[in-house]
């Protein structure tokens, strides 16, 4: 353990072996950290917050802050992040809030580059990458391995599926499905994430989700009813997980409106 002189650690906090505090951190009574972490110059680690193994915590990022939510009332709500997830300089994240959970998430191994905010009650999967002064506000939900382009800001309660990419300087009010590629201000979906998908799927999966895509998105039609119509003919898991979230939708998906000449 190596813990700078001038790093401030409240009484009650948790601290494994192999953390490493710079300095003018501040850790606060009910925060954990476990082992192999290490806490950047001026770092605010506060709140009810657990950083898992190995992450790594930039110069005056604040984690675990109270949310920025004039029904907060100051509840032990929490923060949760996942092992070997990193945060550069300056990214700010809150704690959930009681009416929303009480908890906001961080998976493993994702990358929040710097200057980003995290609001309160957030749920982010593994491995996402959200790139410079990006910002979600409350209640916004990543699946897995998503992609976000910098300066993107995304609304509350939207749903973002696995696999997604979002394009810089996008502005994000509707729900998006798994493997798509979105981007705009609105956004709107773009296409199949091609690119990502080609990294982490099948061949097979990939050539099921092109007419689907399709016949979702571009058909005319509504995408409930295609997506309740497909779900009842297909065998594909990543099929099947496109169709579902669609019909769960609540914010409805950004269909791009196709030019009539």
């Known amino acids: 353990m190596s813990i700078h002189p001038t790093a401030i650690i409240e009484p009650g906090a948790q601290i494994d072996e192999g953390v490493h505090i710079g300095p003018n951190a501040y850790i606060?009574?009910?925060?954990?950290?476990?082992?192999?972490t290490s806490i950047g110059l001026g770092a605010l680690i506060e709140g009810h917050t657990t950083l898992g193994e190995n992450c790594r915590v930039s110069a005056y990022a604040a984690l675990g802050t109270a949310p920025q939510d004039l029904k907060y009332a100051g509840e032990p709500t929490r923060l949760e992040v996942g092992k070997n997830s990193t945060f550069r300089e300056f990214v700010q994240i809150n704690t959930g809030t009681e009416s929303g959970g009480g908890l906001t998430r961080i998976g493993a191994e994702c990358l929040i580059m710097g200057h980003t905010h995290i609001a309160h009650d957030v749920l982010i999967g593994d491995r996402c990458i959200i790139a410079n002064f990006s910002g979600l506000a409350g209640h916004v939900e990543l699946g897995d391995q998503v992609v976000i382009?910098?300066?993107?800001?995304?609304?509350?309660f939207v749903k973002v599926g696995a696999y997604t990419m979002i394009g810089g300087a996008s502005a994000v009010t509707q729900d998006l499905p798994p493997f798509v590629l979105a981007e705009g201000n609105r956004a709107v979906l773009r296409g199949l994430n091609l690119v990502g998908l080609r990294r982490h799927l099948s061949r097979e999966a990939i050539d099921a989700l092109k007419p689907v895509f399709k016949q979702l998105f571009r058909s005319g039609q509504s995408p409930k009813e295609a997506a309740?119509?497909?779900?009842?003919?297909?065998?594909t898991p990543e099929v099947k997980t496109l169709c579902?979230?669609?019909?769960?939708?609540?914010?409805g998906i950004p269909i791009r409106q196709e030019k009539v000449v």
């Open 228 to 235: 309740t119509a497909l779900l009842e003919k297909t065998t």
């Open 28 to 36: 606060g009574p009910h925060v954990t950290i476990a082992k192999g």
């Open 149 to 156: 382009g910098a300066q993107t800001g995304i609304h509350q």
């Open 244 to 251: 579902e979230f669609v019909i769960a939708s609540k914010r």
